[in-house]
């Protein structure tokens, strides 16, 4: 990590005008600049970009933050790659980070594996538009309806029938035996000697979210086994963790993810100007993908094939983003096969038909899993009631699941106080709810998403599975009333020596709005500028920025006269000093002095003005 000074060096060297602007179009009103949200589709401009306080925020979908924040958001990459690509910007000069020489080691590798991959990618791209590659051009161009300028974006590829082509061709670019076995490309028998791993197969260059090379895939062109192949796994190269198309679709400006089932699928929609189309390499979406997909913040369409691996794959993946309630819908095919084939039918507009048409993830499952049940027979319905009750009964929240009793009781026409009960009388037995969870979840819990990258405290996921969350209701309402204060303070400053004997950074929650007040007293006491574009980067999860960022863009209502202000301000002072007086522990010294100044404080501002 980098030290602090250098973090600072470099955003106050970038200004997040120019930065925003090299990848949105803005346009300056009155002292902000305003463009189309980058991160969630809109047609009226709720993107503000403020060049005074160096910080973004979005009306529409509230993200927002520094320079480096919308780098992490926008390319999707980390905060010390953020800083990386912002000191290249203005050309500052970061310190080298020191490696060991099992870092170096590993990294040369990295290095290595990476070059190989591009460069067999390269040969394999050749070999397509060679005499060599007709059957591979026909595949792409007459069975796949490809034109030249999608099989040169995706780098496609073809492999022929000779034993080691690409042997020969990597050992002549200077790779020796070893890199060439651990990339997966070449494999190695002591009697037969070296053989390419794929023959007689269409390629598909594998890249990471950087788009560069970690691997490739193979499909064959007749009926042998198995269809598809990728090259072996390696510390670049994770089947588990990576995202055919990702590197495309993390930019998009579409709300939601289309998640599919392979190559081909991502191809077609990205070519029929779906760019938002991304795969699992296959039906096995793991957590790892899931946990990446959550912390892009978009909702995920699934569009698996309509096939019976299809569908399980589809209910896997509804119950693992259930979950980590990332909003879920399923695309169906009806009577095609998979998207590739629909639009191929249908077309683009069709298709732009059946994703509004989505259906409901809960709801798609229970009607799968209907399937499984003879409810002609009084028992056996009488037991896929109880397991719709029991996926209810496990739905985190009371008014979610009064949703869905609302919804599922006209769907299965029965009354909503009888499926109510069932839920009740289903909770109340463990053994069948524990089993009924495992099966809707299959078999994950939050603990094994703990650790997958994505912040605890900014989805407030300090609870277990099936059970109510720990926030108290009246908590967003606390958040709301100290992040009106904290905006009304950061966009009028005059307004503090007013009210200053009032604010106490002790009055605001622990974490975050605390520290965010912290620096704000700090800054006014000391005459200087209160700059929240610094504070957030002592953090480098962007959620921390975002929700800085949201706190000081709270929307202040109901203010029509200077008489509407006054009144406002001191019920927001009041609430807070009073959130304040419950939070004080009377065990701590001091208590009581304390509590006497809190109480002083709300009796004064209720008397005097303050404006």
Known sequence: MYSEEDIEEVRSRNDIVDVVSSYVQIKRSGSNYFGLCPFHN?????????????????????????????????????????VEELADRCGYKLPKKEMTKAQKERQTKRTKLSYIYKDAANYYY??????AGEPGRYYFKDVRGLDKETMRNFALGYAGGGWNNLYNFLKDKGYDD???????????????????????????????????????????????????????????FMKRKTIYGFNIAKRTRRDMYI?????????????????NAIAALGTALTKDHVSRLKRGGKKVYTCFDSD??????????????????????????????????FIKANGTEAFEDRIKKAENAFIFAIDARKRDFDVSDPEENNRFFRNMAGRIAILKTDIERENYIAVLSERYNVSPDSLRELVRDVSKNDKELKKIQEEFYRGYSEEDFKNDGFSEEDENKKRLVGRESIQKKGKAGLRETEGILLTWLFEEPNIYPKIAKFINPLDFQEGLYRDVATDLVKAYEEGGDFDPASIMCRFEDNS???????????????????????????????????????????AQAGAGARIRQIKEDIRAIETQDLL
Request: aromatic share 8%; hydrophobic share 35%.
């Open 42 to 82: 809109e047609k009226s401009p709720s993107f503000c970009v403020n060049p005074g306080k160096q910080m973004y925020f979005c009306f529409g979908c509230h993200k927002g933050g520094n320079v480096f924040t919308f780098l992490m958001d926008y390319n999707q990459c980390n905060f010390p790659e953020a």
């Open 544 to 586: 921390a920025h975002e929700e800085i960022a949201k706190m000081l863009h709270t929307k202040i209502d109901g203010i029509e006269s200077d008489k509407d202000k006054e009144v406002l301000l001191k019920e927001t002072l009041i609430k807070l000093k009073k959130e304040g007086l419950s939070s004080v522990d009377n």
């Open 259 to 275: 998640l599919c089932e392979g190559y081909m699928d991502v191809i077609a929609l990205q070519k029929a100007g779906f760019d």
């Open 308 to 341: 019976t691996a299809g569908i399980d794959a589809t209910l896997r993946a509804i119950g693992m983003f259930k979950l980590l309630d990332v909003d879920c819908k399923v695309i169906t095919m009806g009577d095609y096969k998979d998207p590739d084939e």
């Open 126 to 131: 050749s070999r397509l538009h060679s005499n």
């Open 178 to 236: 070893s890199m060439m076995k651990e990339s997966g490309l070449v494999a190695f028998d002591e009697k037969k000697g070296p053989r390419d791993y794929f023959i007689n197969r269409v390629i598909f260059p594998i890249v990471n979210e950087q788009g560069d090379p970690v691997g490739l895939g193979g499909r064959v062109l007749d009926d042998s086994k198995p269809k598809y192949l990728n090259s072996r796994e390696n510390e670049l």
